[in-house]
């Protein structure tokens, strides 16, 4: 993109963040509601063109091999999830040991060795074939899966793809970008033509960077008799200040910076569901530990229906040694407040199970809201309350009665001797001991102790 495109690109972003702030103001008007998802749809179809312009250098090359093997892992470790359900259920406590691998055993050790484990895995369905008839393991199967990990290991990095795709993709990039400049421009008319609050039109019109479109009626001066304390709140809410509304806008896309701790947050567009069935759970967390493991420290997570919550540290990428690093190079898809690979990390993964779900669901346009939002942890004294918090989230909205029942949370794993890619020795140690953490997640929840750890609407 150039200059005027990438200011552009920022502008229509803005405005797509603003009206899903806003969806009761459109939502229920078809004319509206179809013009916003054509503008969901555009930003989607933009997107999807600059990740694969990132993929694709100017020459023509692109990573083959890393996307071929990663296309393997997933089939092996659907087959060592195959091989542990068997032992499980056959009490096979010799083959349990041998095949409960952990995710991070697959994900976390860079492709060559995740390969080696694909190997492990596939000798050991080799030793149990008789036994897996009705597991849909075959051993004419794990013969092609192991030849094409051979194969892959076997590729140069880069293998030469076609030589103009990177410009027909920049072409298709400008071609959106104009579609998007028809669609914000039938909504200015829309909202204009359909909304009547003042305050609504003005925000859009300040997202669209455009002054001197509305120009709103002139009021006449007051003064006032008191001068109003004004109280902070989340997103766009009226604050009760000396009988008067005031509304405020705190900014979630704060910078993601080495080191520091960051409450990550982000639920579905316009409140949708994100996670239908187990398996959707189960991708979305495979999905993050092969985007995020290489950027974030994970200390607690959990995943509800419509939105999840993350506490995570930002890593110094600079001084992991050794460490297999996704490089993305299209400057275009990193948020303009953060100069850290993470936020597009996020955006990765965002896209990858977007494009996922939008397939499974006959689905099309955005699923989740954008830019997630992340708030800053100042001071680690509050790291205890919010791990609490963000395990006692499911009990808060009335999903389950006892939150540490709750599966999709990382309550139990950070107790558990399992092997995980969460961080569960530096929580523990902020509860001092396990049993600490144990009877801290007992105790009666006291919303007013953590209001101010809370970002979700």
């Not at 071609?175 to 909304?195: K, P, Q, R, V, Y």
């Amino acid at each position: 993109m150039n200059y005027l495109d990438t200011t552009f690109w920022s502008s229509e972003k803005s405005c797509i963040y603003f009206l899903q702030q806003h969806p009761t103001f459109w939502i229920n008007n078809p004319i509206l509601k179809a013009h916003v998802e054509l503008l969901y749809d555009n930003e989607q179809n933009i997107e999807d063109f600059l990740l694969k312009q990132s993929e694709n250098k100017e020459n023509g090359l692109k990573n083959k091999k890393d996307d071929g093997l990663h296309s393997i892992i997933k089939k092996c470790y659907r087959i060592d999830r195959k091989l542990t359900l068997y032992a499980k259920l056959s009490n096979n406590q010799v083959l349990l040991k041998d095949a409960d691998i952990s995710e991070s055993a697959f994900l976390d050790k860079g492709l060559n060795a995740s390969a080696n484990t694909c190997i492990t895995v596939l000798n050991i369905a080799r030793q149990y074939l008789p036994q897996l008839a009705g597991y849909d393991i075959t051993a004419q199967y794990l013969d092609t899966l192991e030849t094409e990990i051979n194969t892959a290991k076997t590729l140069p990095a880069e293998l030469q793809v076609g030589k103009n795709e990177h410009k027909i993709l920049g072409i298709s990039i400008k071609s959106e970008l104009n579609n998007a400049h028809t669609i914000l421009d039938h909504l200015d008319d829309g909202f204009e033509a359909f909304i009547e609050d003042e305050n609504f039109i003005n925000g859009w019109f300040e997202a669209r960077k455009i002054k001197g479109r509305h120009n709103p009626p002139k009021m006449p001066p007051t003064t006032p008799t008191t001068t109003p304390t004004v109280e902070r709140c989340d997103t766009f809410e009226k604050c009760e200040t000396s009988k008067k509304h005031i509304t405020i806008m705190i900014d979630y896309r704060c910078p993601l910076e080495i080191g520091k701790f960051y409450h990550i947050y982000n639920r579905g567009n316009a409140g949708t569901n994100l996670f239908y069935n187990r398996g959707n759970y189960e991708f979305f967390l495979l999905r993050y530990s092969e985007y995020l493991t290489p950027y974030v420290d994970t200390y607690a997570l959990c995943l509800l229906p419509n939105h999840f919550h993350l506490l995570v540290q930002v890593k110094d990428v600079g001084l992991d040694v050794g460490l297999e690093v996704p490089h993305f190079k299209n400057v275009e898809l990193q948020d303009q407040h953060d100069d850290h690979p993470a936020s597009t990390a996020f955006k990765r993964l965002f896209t990858s199970y977007s494009k996922a779900i939008n397939k499974q669901r006959n689905r099309h346009g955005s699923l989740f809201e954008k830019p997630f939002r992340r708030k800053l942890v100042t001071d680690t004294r509050y790291l205890a309350n919010l791990v609490f918090y963000i395990h006692a989230n499911p009990q808060l909205h009335g999903i389950i009665n006892d939150f540490r029942q709750y599966p999709w949370s990382s309550y139990e794993r950070i107790i558990k001797n399992s092997p995980t890619r969460l961080q569960k020795d530096a929580v523990l140690q902020w509860f001092n001991s396990k049993e600490n953490y144990v009877s801290y997640h007992e105790r009666t929840m006291d919303i007013d102790s953590i209001k101010e750890l809370m970002i979700e609407d």
